[in-house]
């Protein structure tokens, strides 16, 4: 089964204020959305970031896929890797960490892997997850991913925002509102609060007013390698008992194995090991104890299976991470988690603050009790809605925006602003 054409769509969807150790989230994300085509008239769906960079990288690969057997993974992952000549990429808001050779390669790969299994599944007639060994669960928890945010954009000035549906979130009853919002609407049953925004006291107040309000509710909390190694003890000394886990609180794997050595809770990371070639280095310092998986950067599906297998082995546990994504990613990570054994704790998605935008029919991806069944289609189970799809890219043409920048979006409205990292 040849593959015949490659269509790359640039899409942009509305995303709201969201605050973070960068900046702030711009009033629209950015994503690409992959068709593969092949020659039996399969087709398939994969999706990945947006940035300019990226999606110049994308189209770079492009023509040498082209004739690839669709089920010809591997040969698929050395064709990107030849045809990017040891590019490293890069982002500038860092929240992915830092980028390799090898974990760009990783990162192009991934979304064309999605779509051959897209493919591959609908040849056979089974889902995807069937393709990565089968279901050993068929609901996947996710968690309520709670961010301080302004109560809308500014159109000029901060303090002069439109509230959007869920308003602001800048204190500690700001985040529980907040918290309230998304269970009520979705049953989320962990819940993560995205920090690095205020100094740490305020943060852990936050955290603390989750817990009464949300008794026995697994909580995370991470502030994106915003603090020092020492701030990160002190924090994780205070939070002992009441995270299930402490999400990157140092910056680098030495940062993370120095604040390890005194945490009572496991530290979980997806920014200091984002590649295969960071696993050794952080095992041998134990520097983390759960890694968020992300086939977006961990070369697709079948090479976070290969990750999840290496966590196995050393005995570090394993969640999953997310950035602003749309329905196509959502169906990805919804089969990974299904098929993966070690993947116990609740996932993260922000699709709760893009769903209005989605490009994929309605139906499939809808949440009970915080969870989602896995989809039972063929393939990915899911379908991409050419109309929302055409108004997505017509949004990408128009916004003026051509890669994410969080800092200089926080910039226009307070120039003084700063990314640290590690701020405090
Ligand atoms: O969307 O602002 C955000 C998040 O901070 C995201 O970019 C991070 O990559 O969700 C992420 C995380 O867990 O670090
Ligand atoms: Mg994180």
């Known amino acids: 089964m040849k593959i015949t054409e490659i269509v790359l769509t640039p899409v942009a969807f509305r995303d709201p204020p969201l605050l973070n150790s960068a900046g702030v989230h711009e009033p629209w994300a950015l994503r690409t959305i992959v068709e593969v085509h092949t020659d039996e008239g399969i087709s398939g769906l994969g999706e990945t970031y947006g940035d300019i960079a990226h999606i110049e ?3 770079q ?10 089920f010809a993974l591997g040969p698929m992952h050395q064709r990107v890797a030849a045809a990017l000549h040891g590019v490293t990429g890069f982002d500038t808001h860092g929240l992915t960490g830092k980028f390799s050779a090898p974990g760009t390669v990783d990162r192009v790969y991934s979304p064309f892997e999605v779509a051959c299994l897209d493919i591959q599944g609908k040849a056979v007639g089974r889902p995807v997850v069937d393709l990565l060994g089968g279901a050993v669960r068929t609901e996947i928890p996710y968690s309520a991913y709670l961010f301080y945010k302004w109560a809308g954009h500014p159109s000029a000035k901060l303090g002069d925002e439109e509230p959007d549906q869920w308003g602001a979130a800048l204190d500690p009853a700001g985040v529980v509102a907040q918290a309230k919002q998304l269970i009520d609407q979705y049953g989320f049953k962990s819940i993560k ?3 690095g925004v205020f100094a740490p006291d305020q943060e852990v107040e936050a955290i603390k007013a989750l817990r009464e309000a949300f008794p026995g509710t697994p909580l995370r909390l991470d502030p994106n390698a915003a603090w020092h190694p020492e701030t990160g003890i002190k924090v994780a000394r205070e939070l002992d008992g009441i995270v299930e886990y402490l999400e990157d609180p140092s910056p680098e794997i030495e940062g993370m194995a120095e604040v390890a050595r005194s945490a009572p809770m496991p530290l979980a990371t997806n920014m200091c090991v984002v590649s295969f070639e960071h696993l050794a280095p952080a095992v041998e310092q134990d520097a983390v104890q759960v890694i968020l998986s992300d086939h977006h950067y961990w070369g697709g599906l079948t090479r ?23 329905g196509i990613s959502l169906a990805a990570m919804t089969h990974l988690a299904a098929a993966t054994p070690n993947l116990t704790y609740a996932c993260d998605t922000h699709y709760p603050w893009n769903a209005a935008d989605d490009v994929v029919v309605p139906g499939v991806l809808s949440f009970k009790d915080g969870s989602l069944t896995v989809p039972s289609g063929p ?10 799809l055409a108004r997505l890219a017509e949004n990408y ?12 979006y926080m910039q226009k409205f307070n120039p003084e602003y700063e990314k640290r990292r590690p701020r405090w």
């Open 193 to 195: 609060l995205k920090g």
């Open 397 to 408: 043409r128009t916004c003026g925006i051509v890669k994410r920048d969080d800092t200089g």
């Open 57 to 59: 990288r994308l189209r």
């Open 379 to 388: 393939g990915l189970g899911v379908e991409l809605d050419r109309d929302v």
């Open 61 to 70: 690969v492009v023509p040498s896929l082209i004739g690839l057997d669709a």
């Open 304 to 326: 976070s299976a290969k990750l999840a297998a290496i966590c196995e082995t050393f005995g570090i546990g394993l969640s999953m991470h997310s950035n602003s994504h749309l």
